[in-house]
Each structure stands twice: as C-alpha cells, then as structure tokens.
T-cell receptor
Framework: AQSVTQLDSQVPVFEEAPVELRCNYS??????LFWYVQYPNQGLQLLLK??????LVESINGFEAEFNKSQTSFHLRKPSVHISDTAEYFC??????????????FGKGTLLTVNP | EAGVAQSPRYKIIEKRQSVAFWCNPI?????LYWYQQILGQGPKLLIQ????????DSQLPKDRFSAERLKGVDSTLKIQPAKLEDSAVYLC???????????FGSGTRLTVV
C-alpha cells in the first residue's frame, strides 16, 4: 500500500526567504506524484505534478519539486516566498498501472505561514 | 471545461440526524472519489467508483456511511446517523481512468452539533 509522509506540520518563514516543504513516499510500484495547495476556506488546487520525464517540475507561480527515486522523495521548494503563499500544502501519490485503482493518497499537510 | 460540482457548500446538523451530499464530476471522467478532510489533516479516501461500480470502500464506515453513483455520472454520499466526529469537509474528485489527473470540487463543510 502506498503512503505519504510530510515531515513538517508547520513551516513559518519570512517574506522573500527560501522555503522547502519535505515529502517522502512509500510504494511497491512506480508512482505519480503531486503537490496540492489549499488556501484558507478554499478547495484543493493542483500546484504541480510529476508523471514522467524530467525529475524537476515547476509551477507557474515559482514553486518547483524534484522527484528523487532513490530517496523516495518529492520535496517542494521556492526560492523567495510571498505573503500570498500562506496556505496548506499537501503531497500526494498515486500508483502507476494500478489497474482501476488509481486512488490518490495524501500526506497530512504542511502549513506554510509567510510573515512580513 | 466545467469543474466538479458539489452541493451543498455548508451543512449544519444535529448528531443522529442524516445528511446527503451530491457530486457531479467532469464529463467523461470515469473515476469518482469521495474524500473526508478533518480539520488539520490530509484528505482521506472514503470510496472510489469506476463508472458505477465500487473499486475501493475499505475506509468507508459502512455502518453509517453509504454512497452510490447512478448511471456512472452523479454521486451521492449519505451519513445516517451522524456523529460529532463526522464534522469535516467532504471532497469529491474525478479523474480519467489513467490516474494522471484529478480534479477536486470545492467540498461540503459539515458541522455536526
């Protein structure tokens, strides 16, 4: 069975500082990896995803994540954060070629708080 | 394209009452999911449908929760009777059968008092 561990439940940073949100996964087969963002009182929005190809994937608002197969990690980074990046971030995994069972399994989330 | 539609957005009920949530997935998406997100936690899968058949309901509390997906399109999730610990946001999502893209609805926030 697949599982996701987000190592930090809360990450406070100052505006314009770099940030890394850590995610490790466990699966017996190859996986697809996702980062979702949830702003206060809003639904889940896809931030970026790794399906295949380049292990470094980027979002339109400056976030990037790198798939590391040997370390089973998919950490999310941003070189300079803004106040508006304050939100809950969820790492998620689904298994490739899982027949009809393409369920998405989530980590517990990391609350990123950007302070002025 | 239209997103995943859910209703109602908010619901407050007393414990032991019943409640139902509705979801309309993206047209053409064969797979539909119901997730429960308790405050401060990640979403937990309750049930997964492939067309109108159940693929995974291993974490659905079947003594009080039920779900159906009529004709492989819309879906309803019901809780009867509700408990205080059922207070959560119930998220519906849909995807193509390939499992590479999931679209979530805005969710229904349930408060049981």
């Amino acid at each position: 069975a697949q599982s996701v561990t987000q190592l930090d439940s809360q990450v406070p940073v100052f505006e314009e500082a770099p940030v890394e949100l850590r995610c490790n996964y466990s699966s017996s087969v190859s996986v697809y990896l996702f980062w979702y963002v949830q702003y206060p009182n809003q639904g889940l929005q896809l931030l970026l995803k790794y399906l295949s190809g380049s292990t470094l994937v980027e979002s339109i608002n400056g976030f990037e994540a790198e798939f590391n197969k040997s370390q089973t990690s998919f950490h999310l980074r941003k070189p300079s954060v803004h106040i508006s990046d304050t939100a809950e971030y969820f790492c998620a995994v689904s298994e490739r070629g899982g027949g009809s069972n393409y369920k998405l399994t989530f980590g517990k989330g990391t609350l990123l708080t950007v302070n002025p | 394209e239209a997103g995943v539609a859910q209703s109602p957005r908010y619901k407050i009920i007393e414990k032991r009452q019943s409640v139902a949530f509705w979801c309309n997935p993206i047209s053409g998406h064969a797979t539909l999911y119901w997730y429960q997100q308790i405050l401060g936690q990640g979403p937990k899968l309750l049930i997964q449908f492939q067309n109108n058949g159940v693929v995974d309901d291993s974490q659905l509390p079947k003594d009080r929760f039920s779900a159906e997906r009529l004709k492989g399109v819309d879906s309803t999730l019901k809780i009867q009777p509700a408990k205080l610990e059922d207070s959560a946001v119930y998220l519906c999502a849909s995807s193509l059968a390939s499992g590479v893209g999931y679209t979530f609805g805005s969710g229904t926030r349930l408060t049981v008092v």
